[in-house]
């Protein structure tokens, strides 16, 4: 503690600092992880589609799908939890450049949020449509029960088939810079 | 919102609540998928080390070693967050059931620590021993640049570990019960 700490505390515990930030940094997080495999493709002659269609078993999801869900989830929590719409992105990506372009619009939007619209999130009715049925949250568990969880799961994921498919990376590409 | 909501609401935006429960849902999650993995090991009538040791390639950390890490980051937290001492666990794990007494050790360390311990933890240093020097952080960026992003990471990889050894397991084991 410093002797001439300031009234009002550096570091604010709020909605909006747990949510745009996070999200954000992980995306970029994920942007950067995509340089990587893209760079290892490239160096070793291989077929960027092979990369991107890469799954770590053939029932689950692959790179191009993991990314489209980590961008969906953020999308989608700042959208709830500030009270907008949630913009609809299709699910057309086929190149590293079309990945970028969807992470970059996410980010966009949710830069483009003002922290006010968060004040209240914590308490806010989030309702989400899934397979047969709805499912009902308040903001604060919505964000910690469900968006965290799901949104660290795309980007690990996304992580693992990189890292199964032998590009060179490790803990520090995802976590990001400091 | 409710006409007779109470003055205090009844989510609280604070350290603790974004800290103790979510790390314990994350670790009984992840104990629910040792579970699943341990039933297909008995189901198909296989060894159980070549489940623990498996990895989603060769220069990876395998299962066993995700759950260490897992539990690690989650009682680390804890400790720096509400400035306690981090108990130590040593890595010796070796069965289903071990890294069962491990995770639980964790969560009962973890419950044990009073939420007002957590009070101001957002502005907690925190200074975490690396190879070749020393992280420093305030406990708010701990929390939501490294602790989370890191349990997670731990969480998911044993799923897609566990996953890519062809247990069958979805999206709604890793994010557990509601």
């Known amino acids: 503690m410093s002797l001439l700490a300031p009234e009002k505390p550096a570091v604010s515990v709020d909605m909006y600092s747990m949510t745009v930030p996070v999200l954000v940094r992980a995306l970029k997080n994920l942007s950067h992880l995509l340089d990587k495999a893209e760079a290892h493709v490239e160096d070793n002659g291989l077929k960027p589609e092979d990369m991107l269609g890469a799954r770590l078993i053939e029932d689950m999801l692959a790179l191009v799908n993991q990314v489209q869900l980590a961008t969906d989830t953020a999308k989608g929590a ?8 949630n913009p609809s992105f299709a699910d057309i990506e086929t190149t590293f450049d079309e990945l970028h372009q969807r992470i970059d619009k996410t980010i966009e939007f949710i830069k483009s949020l003002d922290r006010e619209l968060f004040t209240g999130a914590e308490t806010r009715d989030v309702t ?3 397979r047969g049925g709805e499912l009902h949250f308040k903001g604060f568990d919505y964000l910690t029960g469900f968006v965290l969880p799901n949104l660290f799961f795309h980007v690990t994921t996304a992580y693992g088939i990189i890292r199964h498919k032998g590009v060179k990376i490790g803990k520090l590409d995802y976590l990001g810079p400091r």
């Open 78 to 85: 700042v959208a709830r939890l500030a009270g907008v719409e």
């Open 128 to 130: 989400l449509k899934v």
